[in-house]
């Protein structure tokens, strides 16, 4: 009989062959992450609403229907967190936001129907910045989320609380999305995969919105749902459940005839044209362990894989006014105005901050510009090479309750200017993916960014299985379980 340690380590394809094998039952993994929840919590606050209550009678439902010979998907009786900016039928879905303390969505997000009908358990929803408005994880509702690999420090956003609980064994997949790296950021800073496929391969349906409220959206031409996982693989067959069109979101594309998340992760890199950069050409300051560790990653590429890398980059002038002038484009200026002067000092300041700001129709139209202009660098670059490598973030994780750092390698920068090597990914759509490249001297993880062409998920997630396969991390766990006992 597995104990609650072994199954709290699996990840989740092998839970879900053991549970399908009944050598393991739903009702055991569950009761088994809720006693991880329970160990967890008091130290990360990953979770701001658990639901165990559901998660038990969710599984006991996959547990009766095993029993009977009925069929079951392919994720039946694995544990996952949904994202508190992901609606859930019933369940509040608060967003950070204490407008939102008390909202209950009447439908499910798609992504989570999808998830339920594969026979995946709901644990709860976790914590995020207030609507996702920040890569770092507090808000003036919950608890801020800690990092597993040291509570001082943050363990990203806007997917704060998704990234913590997987890093730390609170369930082995979690859903995040993505409107500026926000799956990708807590993959890095938390030693965990996480990545935001090509734009319209996973619907965005319906975001949050209540009539008692005014009317806060998603960014929708810049966010993508995706999974947070231990492992590529996980990542992939959470992919095979979620993506896939739907007529509630009129961008999502098609899957090619024939394709198979999973098997898009068989095969080798050799011959591929590899570009890198550590610093976008100047403009991206980056931490010099980051620097070292990317640049070691990057070699594995070389060496390992064998392909042929190059230092380069696309050539575009820095996108970071354009892409906060396409959030506000993307933003119910109105109506989160209103909420602000609801809220005042309830709301968090950098947020009230950029909403009482005087935001011009120029600058709106300018953001379409870069936006158009970062797209167009990008589809001619990736004419001449196959996969792109950065880091994931300019820094390693800093501490709880600030945005971000003002001086990165001995230069003056913005407060959220530690995320250039995410957001033009947003900008152009394309796939990008964050793995674990390493760890620093004082046992923060590094993320490594691939970055695929136009709809080139299959090969982002073959360089991905291959780099893990290279450079394996699914069995480093952060030293807070150990101190625990756990």
Not at 102 to 114: I, K, L, S, T
Not at 143 to 150: E, I, L
Not at 406 to 413: A, F, S, Y
């Amino acid at each position: 009989m597995a104990s609650v340690n072994e199954i709290c380590r699996m990840d989740a394809i092998s839970l879900a062959a053991e549970i399908r094998a009944k050598r393991l039952s739903p009702v055991e993994v569950v009761e088994a992450a809720l006693e991880r929840m329970e160990q967890l919590e008091p130290h990360l606050h990953a979770f701001c609403t658990p639901t165990p209550e559901v998660a038990r009678e969710q599984a006991a439902a996959i547990e009766s229907a095993i029993a009977s010979g009925k069929p079951v998907g392919p994720l039946a009786g694995v544990p996952y967190g949904c994202k508190d900016l992901i609606c859930t039928q019933g369940i509040k879905t608060v967003s950070g936001s204490l407008a939102y303390a008390e909202f209950v969505p009447d439908e499910d997000d798609v992504v989570v129907e999808r998830l339920r009908e594969a026979g995946a358990v709901l644990l709860g929803k976790t914590n995020v910045p207030e609507f996702g408005y920040s890569g770092a994880g507090h808000n003036s509702v919950f608890p801020a989320t800690r990092n597993p690999w040291n509570t001082d420090r943050t363990a990203g956003g806007s997917s704060v609380g998704s990234g913590a609980a997987v890093a730390s064994g609170m369930g082995p997949i979690a859903l995040g999305s993505d409107g500026g790296g926000s799956i990708r950021i807590p993959a890095s800073f938390s030693g965990l995969y996480g990545m935001k496929a090509s734009m319209g391969r996973v619907p965005l349906y319906p975001g949050v919105k209540d009539e008692r409220y005014p009317g806060v959206s998603s960014w929708e031409a810049l966010e993508h749902i995706g999974p947070i996982t231990r492992t590529v693989a996980d990542a992939a067959l959470m992919l095979s459940v979620i993506a896939g069109p739907d007529d509630r979101d009129t961008r999502t594309v098609p899957i090619e005839a024939g394709f198979d998340w999973l098997e898009s992760l068989e095969g080798d890199l050799q011959g591929l044209r590899v570009a890198y950069t550590l610093d976008w050409g100047g403009y991206a300051a980056t931490d010099p362990r980051v620097r070292e560790i990317i640049t070691e990653a990057v070699g594995v590429f070389e060496r390992d894989l064998c392909c042929v890398v190059e230092e380069a980059r696309p050539g575009w002038e820095n996108p970071y006014d354009g892409f906060w002038g396409m959030v506000i484009r993307e933003t119910d200026l109105r109506g989160m105005r209103v909420l602000a002067a609801q809220l005042g000092d309830g709301m968090t300041p950098h947020l009230r901050e950029v909403l009482e700001a005087e935001w011009t129709a120029e600058q709106l139209t300018d953001a379409t510009m870069v936006r158009k202009a970062v797209s167009n660098k990008m589809w001619r670059f990736m004419r001449e090479y196959d996969l792109l490598l950065t880091p994931t973030l300019a820094v390693p994780a800093f501490e709880v309750g600030i945005q971000g750092p003002t001086e990165i390698d001995g230069r003056e920068v913005d407060q959220f200017e530690w995320l250039h090597f995410t957001y033009p990914m947003n900008l152009t759509g394309q796939p990008a993916a964050s793995i674990p490249a390493g760890w620093t001297d004082d046992g923060l993880p590094v993320g490594l960014q691939i970055v695929g062409p136009h709809l080139g998920d299959a090969l982002v997630l073959r360089a991905s299985a291959c780099f893990e396969a290279a450079r394996p991390w699914q069995d480093r766990w952060p030293p807070l379980l150990d101190s625990l006992g756990l």
